[in-house]
């Protein structure tokens, strides 16, 4: 199946998705692939179908949704040779669940899907999602757990609970370069917005 007909089908499972996790989404783990993979020596033929395919399992089931996504992309792509290179991607990209990719496509996909929800771009999927769950924003003085359970109670402990800890986490010195700035992007908005919240400014 060639990569114009996996656009078309990813596009219509990420249109069933919340708006953080819609087509925009996959748009740009793509082209954080293809930039990262081009610069880190990685398979772009791996690389770009798993990137395409990473999160079409969510509107069936969220919670498991990189197993879902791997089983239909090993549907999809039944008689490409690599289906299991692209599978494997898949199934580790997830924050989450805290695996350590094997393949530098793998590391790749979840560099990628990582930097999606730094900077700027992290800021406005985060408060998206907070909205789409129907979550506050803030409570002030409850504090955020240490370690990040897949389910943020308020859309400031998502920060600190996931968003900050991210760029630590990457794999590649590509990505790593990426995510300096949009973790210092991040940190800038979180003191206006405590400033803000407090009426000091």
């Known amino acids: 199946m060639d990569l114009e007909k996996i656009k078309q089908i990813s596009k219509e499972y990420m249109e069933k998705n919340d708006g953080a996790h819609g087509w925009d989404h996959v748009q740009r783990v793509y082209n954080l692939c293809v930039r990262i993979g081009e610069k880190e020596g990685a398979d772009l033929d ?3 179908r798993a990137a395409l395919l990473h999160d079409v399992g969510i509107s069936e089931d969220r919670k498991n ?15 490409y040779e690599k289906v299991d290179e692209v599978a494997y991607c898949i199934e580790c990209h997830r924050f989450s669940k805290d695996i350590e990719p094997e393949t530098i496509e793998a590391m790749i996909l979840q560099d990628a899907d990582r930097l999606d929800v730094l900077g700027a771009m992290g800021i406005m999927r985060t408060m998206v999602f907070t909205g789409h769950m129907d979550r506050p924003v803030h409570i002030p003085g409850k504090s955020p757990r240490e370690k990040y359970n897949g389910k943020s109670e308020t859309a400031i402990h998502h920060f600190y609970e ?3 800890k ?7 010195e590509t990505a790593r370069e990426m995510a300096s700035k949009r973790h210092e992007y991040m940190e800038g908005f979180l003191d206006e917005f405590f400033a803000e919240w407090d009426g000091e400014r």
């Open 166 to 172: 991210v760029k630590d986490t990457l794999n590649t």
């Open 65 to 79: 949704h990189e197993k879902i996504s791997a089983r239909i992309a090993r549907d999809l792509l039944k008689d």
């Open 46 to 48: 791996v690389l770009e």
């Open 162 to 164: 996931k968003l900050l």
